[in-house]
């Protein structure tokens, strides 16, 4: 079977063709007089990357924080598998199968590899209630699940501590997709990671997918977005600025949206005024037509 630039086996449904395991319609979230979140349509599909981009202050943790369980929402509509939903707690959303790796990675660096890929979910033996971790099944269970993820460690006794942050990151994927995620939350995987780094977490997003996994993958950096995105939704000040999927938007565009090229765009005339400020690099606004999606059928 063959593949296509974007990863996905030539052949396969569209998307269209398929029930999102994750939606957003119109969703929003307000703390008291204040809107953190409006507006926001999201489709996450088995075997996409969909990649969520914004400054800060743009809405992505609150939009991870909808999805995950810990806030709900409160305008719009969050949906699994075509149902609505509303999460009360992270676990309901861990059930469902989805499953968040963020920034902090939730490790505790002086455990070895194998125990904080079973931390909080260790394997035991023995009869009640005398019974004792299975280290030997824990250490086999998690060499076997990071091997088919093709991260191979020489030794999982090893601090975690001790890895890359790459590396943990990959743990950490790799931990989720053990334990039944369909859906992956990616918080800022490549913030802290050098140009290397990043590359190996970018390859193991890419695999997560190949798995048939939906991937959310929050960042800030288009570069990385584009290279294993299938589609983009760029946030600003908590509503949806572009929603387009690779074949509609090009990573130059991609990049202007993310920059705040449309703000820069309508002042151009203006910055060229000032002295010192150079504008020849700065798109049109005509120029910036990539679209936003029309919200699902029924939603307002």
Known sequence: MTTDDLGTPNGTPT?????????LRGAGKSYGNIRA??????????????????????GKSTLIKIISG???HTEGELLVDGRPVRFSTPREALDRGIATVYQDLATVPLMPVWRN????????????PVRRLDIARMKKTADDELRNMGIVLDDLEQPIGTLSGGQRQCVAIARAVYFGARVLILDEPTAALGVKQS?????????????????????????????????FSVLRLGTLELSADRTQVGLEELTNHMAGG????????????????????????????????APPEGNS
């Open 70 to 72: 810990l806030h709900q």
């Open 37 to 58: 979140l409006h507006g926001v349509d999201l489709a996450v599909h088995p075997g996409r990357v969909a990649c969520v981009l914004g400054d800060n202050g743009a």
């Open 199 to 231: 590359g190996v977490v970018l390859k193991y997003i890419a695999a997560a997918r190949e798995r048939g996994l939906g991937v959310i993958f929050i960042t800030h950096n288009p570069h990385h977005a584009y290279m294993v995105g299938d589609h």
């Open 262 to 293: 449309a703000e820069l765009a309508a002042l151009k005339h203006e910055l060229a005024q000032v002295g010192g400020v150079d504008v020849q690099g700065l798109p049109e606004e005509k120029d910036l037509r990539a679209p936003v999606a």
């Open 117 to 128: 890929f079973f931390l909080g979910s260790e394997m035991t033996k023995g009869p009640w």
């Open 15 to 23: 998307p269209a063709d398929r029930v999102p395991i994750v939606e």
